[in-house]
C-alpha cells in the first residue's frame, strides 16, 4: 500500500469513528438549544480557532519544505480571520468571546497542541490537522450552519458556509501534505496513525466537558 493509500485509510478510521458516535459525544449543539447556548458553541469555537492557529504556527516553524511553511502561514492567517469573525458574532450578540472558561481536556488539546503530539510536526499535522480539522469539516462545520440557521442566527451561518468551511477544506488538504512529506517510513505512519487515535479521544472528552456545562 503507498503512501497517499495510507493516509486515505486513515481518514476513513477517522470517519468511521466519528459516525459511530452518539451526538452526545461528539457534536456542540443539542436540537431545541437556545440562543445563549448557541452563543456558548461560538465562544468555544472561536477560542478553538485561536488552537488551529498554535496548531498551523507549530508545524510552520519545524516542516523541512519552503512551499509547506507558505502554505502553513496562510493557514495561521486564516485560523486568526476565524477567531475575529466568530468572536464579532459573540460580541454582536451581547457577549464576551474571552469569557470563556477552559475545561482540562480543551487545556490539553486546544491550549497547547505541539505538546501534546509531542513537539512531532507528524504527530501534530495527523492529530490536529488531519483529524481534528477534517472531523470538524465534515461535521462540525455542517452543523453550525444548520443549527446557526435554525435559530436566525443567519450571519454566522453565512460566516460558516462561506468562509470558515472552504478555507478549513484546505487546511485538512495542508495536513496531508505534511504526512506525506514526513511519515517515510511504517513506523513513523504506525505514529501518525496513533496520534490520529489520541486526537479523536481528546475530541470526545472535549465535547463531553462542554456539555456537561452547557446542556445541564
Ligand atoms: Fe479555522
Ligand atoms: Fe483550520
Not at 516542516?63 to 454582536?92: C, G, I, N, Y
Not at 472558561?101 to 507528524?122: C, H, I, K, Q, V
Amino acid at each position: 500500500m503507498t503512501v497517499p493509500d495510507l493516509v486515505r485509510q486513515l481518514e476513513r478510521e477517522n470517519e468511521a469513528f466519528w459516525n459511530g458516535l452518539p451526538p452526545e459525544d461528539r457534536s456542540w449543539y443539542q436540537e431545541g438549544m437556545t440562543l445563549p447556548q448557541l452563543m456558548e458553541v461560538h465562544k468555544i469555537r472561536c477560542n478553538n480557532e485561536i488552537g488551529a492557529a498554535e496548531a498551523a504556527y507549530f508545524l510552520l516553524k519545524t516542516v523541512p519544505d519552503q512551499d509547506l511553511k507558505t502554505q502553513l502561514a496562510s493557514q495561521v492567517e486564516d485560523e486568526v480571520k476565524h477567531f475575529r469573525l466568530l468572536a464579532q458574532r459573540v460580541k454582536d450578540l451581547g457577549g464576551d468571546p474571552v469569557d470563556y472558561e477552559p475545561t482540562p481536556a480543551w487545556l490539553a488539546f486546544f491550549g497547547d497542541p505541539a505538546r501534546l503530539f509531542n513537539y512531532d510536526p507528524l504527530e501534530v499535522a495527523a492529530g490536529f490537522q488531519l483529524t481534528a480539522e477534517g472531523l470538524s469539516n465534515a461535521r462540525h462545520v455542517s452543523e453550525a450552519v444548520s443549527f446557526a440557521g435554525v435559530l436566525g442566527d443567519g450571519e454566522t451561518e453565512r460566516i460558516y458556509r462561506e468562509v470558515i468551511r472552504p478555507d478549513e477544506l484546505t487546511h485538512v488538504q495542508f495536513g496531508r501534505l505534511v504526512i506525506l512529506r514526513l511519515a517515510t517510513t511504517p513506523e513513523r505512519l504506525q505514529t501518525a496513525r496513533d496520534a490520529c487515535a489520541k486526537a479523536r479521544d481528546y475530541m470526545v472528552r472535549v465535547v463531553k466537558e462542554f456539555r456537561q456545562r452547557v446542556y445541564p
